[in-house]
């Protein structure tokens, strides 16, 4: 319980501090040291909300939050304090060195004119607390100089074996501006949530791990909470960073995570196909009923999928849609390997934003906020650089051009929280430190730069609508990424540019790059081969830039294996059409038919050809491409011509309509029987001696007629004499 002390009670424990701490050290000038690293402390205290957000001109400041009893014994008469710094830190670094001093470091008096008590704390008990700070009491603190100043909370009480003293026994910090009233102009500031994860498949292209899915999607998981967070925010107000293959996921496990599809594509009735006709109404109702009966089962993935996406649309029409390339590819890794990656994932669509009629700013940029000069070149020119503020060598420009490339630097010290200790980001931290950051800006003489933080991942939507309504102050103007940077950037060049040696160890090794490559040609393969599908191979391509994702470094190993699978699985569809020859084949002159058989195992029709290879002396002539239906088996007619008598060894390759071999093969011998020239000689001698002889003997019978009339005449009157 939370109670109010009363003046004699504050008097009473004001006089018992100042005789444990000796005369010589005044109360309100004790330092805030502890006696353990606050991570330590028996008491934790958060701070939930902070209103205003800045030193208001006029008006008290309202810090709410609990006190947590972390200790194995009670803790009773606990009184919580505000405390504020005396002087303000005046720039950014000094702001990031601030941050990170630890828990325990004094930073602040606290203010002991205002507080609260709580009796009595059992151990893992909590209680909320709320202090008003009057504007009147702040100024007794703090000297009245523009900057940031430390603000927080601290908890003193006593336990059986620590009695009451002067040191804090839990306490949680925070920043807090202070802007004069007459300070001209506002930082422009955008605030970039990003969408990415993650995206595993299974061989047969379904997503891995649902229950995963199931767990970030739900209420509290990480990208539930990144979405419900813009829900809070005004139009405009915010960026969202997406990979566009992230919503295309989740639809197919509002879908129901089908395994990948070789069904037709191209709606075209085939012969003897027919439209199923319509049902009669008897038909109709006994449909219904069996409907009912075998309606399908919706799975609690399929429920939480649906509703994400259907919460998403809104919000992402409200807000700016910026869009990664295809799959949250690896642009570091993939510009030393496989550069015709990083083009492939800046053409993909979402098929799912496109759905919605969404068009995002095409952004390229890691997890790390690092790109290296390769990766930058080889994107593509018209896509803003995101990068943050540590890969540049020196103070970072919020915009920069680089050869004609937009460069944005994002605050890594705003995207950093709060300091510690608690959780640094909670709204309220990450709230106050962005307030802080753009202070710092805004009241730099000379120089404004527009205040870019890319949110942490682990963000909570949880007093989101303070958040946003805390960053609303006259000198800071919350807008988009687009609008925040639309400005004419300083000068840089590549060596201006910082790429860390760990960077380039964990960028993706080319074997993982190798492995994706096949994977996309053997899917443009697979969809050469099936006739009525035309979407497989843009599906396939898909999934492989998903397995080169900035997410798949932290498990390359595993990621490369899942692209090897799926190939495999890809490989074993191309296989399931295969080719059979003849044991051989002999020709009885030079040129010649001869059949290969092909079967098609697949429940999709088919386009096939032919491709034989073999030695020197032989042609073979491979057949028009081949449509062939599902689970059928087709003889294919193939002309051998022959230009020398020998055995040839050929092999019979299956093809898709394009000639890309299918991993189907088959070998045969054709030996040539034609006869040789030796054997027409001897047949032509043979017919010119034939016809030799005949011509001879046409000739003697042609002598012989002119000789037989005289012997016939003397022979038939003889002349007789006389003597």
Do not use: C
């Not at 909320?128 to 940031?148: E, W």
């Not at 930082?187 to 990003?194: G, K």
């Amino acid at each position: 319980m939370v109670r109010r002390p009363t003046l004699l009670r504050a008097l009473v424990a004001v006089v018992g501090l100042l005789l444990v701490a000796g005369a010589s050290v005044s109360w309100t000038a004790a330092p805030a040291t502890a006696k353990s690293p606050a991570p330590g402390t028996p008491l934790l205290i958060t701070i939930d909300s902070l209103t205003p957000g800045e030193i208001p001109e006029q008006g008290p400041i309202q810090v709410r939050g609990s006190v947590t009893n972390r200790d194995d014994e009670a803790w009773t008469d606990v009184d919580l304090y505000p405390f504020i710094s005396s002087s303000p830190i005046r720039s950014r670094a000094a702001l990031a060195e601030a941050a990170a001093l630890p828990a325990d470091e004094y930073v602040g008096d606290r203010i002991l004119e205002v507080e609260a008590t709580v009796d009595v704390l059992q151990p893992g008990s909590s209680s909320t607390f709320a202090i008003t700070v009057p504007r009147s009491l702040i100024d007794d603190y703090i000297g009245g100089a523009p900057g940031v100043y430390w603000f927080g909370v601290h908890a003193i009480g006593a336990s059986a074996s620590l009695p009451r003293d002067t040191f804090a026994d839990g306490r949680a910090r925070t920043f807090v501006p202070l802007v004069p009233p007459q300070t001209k102009g506002a930082v422009r500031t955008a605030l970039v949530v990003p969408l990415r994860r993650f995206l595993g498949r299974e061989p047969d292209g379904s997503l891995s791990d649902p229950e995963a899915w199931q767990r970030t999607l739900s209420a509290d998981g990480r990208l539930r909470e990144a979405m419900e967070f813009g829900a809070a925010a005004g139009p405009g107000q915010l960026s969202y960073l997406v990979d566009p293959a992230l919503p295309d996921a989740v639809q197919r496990l509002a879908d129901g995570n089908p395994p990948r599809s070789l069904a037709p594509t191209d709606e075209i009735t085939q012969p003897g196909e027919s439209p199923s006709p319509s049902p009669t109404e008897d038909e109709g109702d006994e449909g219904d009923e069996g409907d009912e009966e075998e309606a399908e089962v919706v799975t609690p993935e399929q429920e939480t999928a649906a509703a994400w996406l259907a919460q998403l649309e809104p919000v992402l029409r409200a807000q700016q849609l910026l869009t990664l390339p295809y799959g949250d590819l690896d642009l570091a890794g993939a510009a030393d390997h496989d550069p015709a990656l990083i083009e492939l994932a800046g053409t993909q669509v979402s098929a799912t934003l496109d759905g919605w009629g969404l068009t995002g700013a095409p952004v390229v940029g890691s997890p790390s906020g690092y790109l290296d000069n390769g990766a930058i070149e080889a994107s593509d020119r018209e896509a803003s650089v995101l990068l943050t503020d540590r890969a540049f060598a020196g103070d970072a420009p919020g915009v920069a051009d680089l050869d004609g490339r937009k460069l944005v630097f994002a605050s890594s010290g705003a995207a950093a929280g709060g300091p510690a200790p608690g959780d640094r980001s909670t709204g309220t931290a990450l709230r106050q430190r962005i307030l802080s950051e753009a202070a710092l800006r805004v009241l730099e003489p000379g120089r404004r730069d527009p205040l870019v933080v890319v949110m942490p991942t682990a963000l909570t939507s949880v007093g989101a609508e303070d958040f946003f309504a805390g960053l609303g102050v006259d000198w800071l103007d919350l807008t988009t990424l687009t609008d925040a940077t639309s400005r004419t950037g300083r000068t840089v060049v590549p060596d201006d540019l910082v790429y860390p040696a760990h960077q380039d160890m964990f960028e993706l090794d080319p074997e993982t790059f190798q492995a994706a490559q096949g994977l996309i040609t053997d899917g443009e393969t697979l969809q050469n081969l099936l006739t009525r599908n035309d979407e497989v191979a843009a599906e396939i391509a898909e999934e492989a830039l998903t397995g080169t994702s900035y997410n798949a470094r932290k498990a390359q190993i595993s990621s490369r294996a899942a692209l090897n699978r799926s190939r495999g699985w890809v490989q074993d569809r191309l296989r399931s059409v295969d080719i059979g020859a003849p044991p051989g084949v002999t020709l009885s002159s030079a040129t010649g038919d001869f059949v290969a058989t092909v079967t098609n195992r697949l429940d999709q029709p088919v386009t096939i050809s032919i491709l034989a290879r073999s030695d020197s002396g032989i042609t073979i002539t491979p057949p028009e491409p081949v449509e062939m239906a599902p689970k059928s088996r087709t003889s294919v007619l193939l002309q051998a011509r022959t230009t020398e008598a020998a055995v040839h060894n050929v092999t019979l390759l299956l093809t898709d309509a394009e000639g890309t071999p299918l991993g189907s093969s088959d070998r045969l011998p054709i030996r040539s029987a034609q006869v040789s020239n030796v054997i027409w000689v001897i047949l032509g001698a043979g017919v010119l001696l034939l016809f030799g002889a005949i011509l001879v003997r046409l000739v003697r019978r042609v002598r012989g007629r002119h000789v037989e009339p005289a012997e016939t005449v003397e022979a038939a009157d003889p002349v007789e004499t006389t003597t």
